[in-house]
């Protein structure tokens, strides 16, 4: 089932402390009973648990920006789906545009993520999205196809239907350059499309896409309001509480 499912990604922001206080004034601010949609903040692993047990009983997710794909073994400084679970987190995102740049993830190590995480129960955000040169060459729609074709190998329909996918042009992340709502609507249309080659119109129907690149109160209303687009993944704006809670309220 399609629900408006707006993530908020801190990337290496905020201590312990912080996300307690962003926390503690969020869950006053959102209230679950004027909207329907769903939130959740993926934060670094350190302030998970403490991010599970603030916001308690509010509905409000609780999500990792990456995960290992192997259960345990000598992999210094990275982290299993079972870790991850023990903090009770309820989403991961995968293949952040960010993680493909500087730490080398690849379409490869994406899939394998993404199987490790729909079998620890953990709801996977897959990003994907074109960066500026790859755009003003044509490339864009290409790239994605490649990202979720290799990305989806041997993932059953029941699991792909559960999926919630990031489109992120990388030219709009953090750059201020929002990609227009008729860009960001045509690449989410064209990822349904994908998915429906791939699998099928059922599971096509129930993916939950969303843009993310410079979302901000001020634009977050025409983003949502686009056919194919159902959520949004915002970095820089999801770290202060009222913009937040702007763009959740949209
Ligand atoms: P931004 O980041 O909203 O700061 O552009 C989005 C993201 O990288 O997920």
């Known amino acids: 089932m399609r629900y408006p ?8 922001h905020k201590t312990i402390k912080e996300a307690a206080l962003f926390a503690e004034k969020f869950r006053k601010l959102y209230d679950s009973s004027v909207t329907d949609v769903r939130v959740a903040i993926c934060a670094p692993f350190t302030q998970l648990a403490e991010l599970k047990k603030a916001f308690e009983g509010t509905g409000i997710l609780v999500g990792a920006q990456n995960v290992h ?41 994406v ?19 074109e960066g500026l040169e790859q755009r003003e060459a044509g490339e864009e729609h290409q790239i994605v196809r ?9 993932i059953a329909p029941e699991y792909a239907s559960r999926l919630v996918i990031a489109y992120e042009p990388i030219w709009a992340i953090g750059t201020g350059k929002t990609a227009s709502p008729q860009q ?12 429906e080659e791939i699998y099928d119109e059922t599971v096509a129907d129930e993916v939950v896409i969303q843009y993310g690149g410079s979302v901000k109160p001020s634009n977050a209303a025409e983003i949502m309001n686009m ?11 999801s770290l202060d509480p009222d913009d937040f809670i702007e763009i959740v309220n949209f």
């Open 5 to 12: 499912f707006i993530a908020g990604n801190w990337k290496m």
């Open 69 to 109: 794909f192997e259960d345990k073994g000598a992999f210094t400084g990275e982290i299993s789906a079972d870790m991850l679970a023990e903090t009770g987190v309820d989403c991961c995102i995968v293949g952040h545009s960010e993680r493909r740049e500087y730490f080398g993830e690849t379409n490869e190590t």
């Open 111 to 129: 899939n394998l993520k993404l199987h490790k995480l729909f079998e620890k129960n953990i709801m996977p955000i897959m990003c994907v999205g």
């Open 146 to 154: 490649t990202q979720l074709v290799e990305g989806l190998v041997n």
């Open 184 to 195: 960001a609507q045509d690449m989410c249309g064209y990822i349904r499309q994908v998915i």
């Open 227 to 237: 056919e194919d687009i159902d959520g949004a993944l915002v970095g820089g704006a």
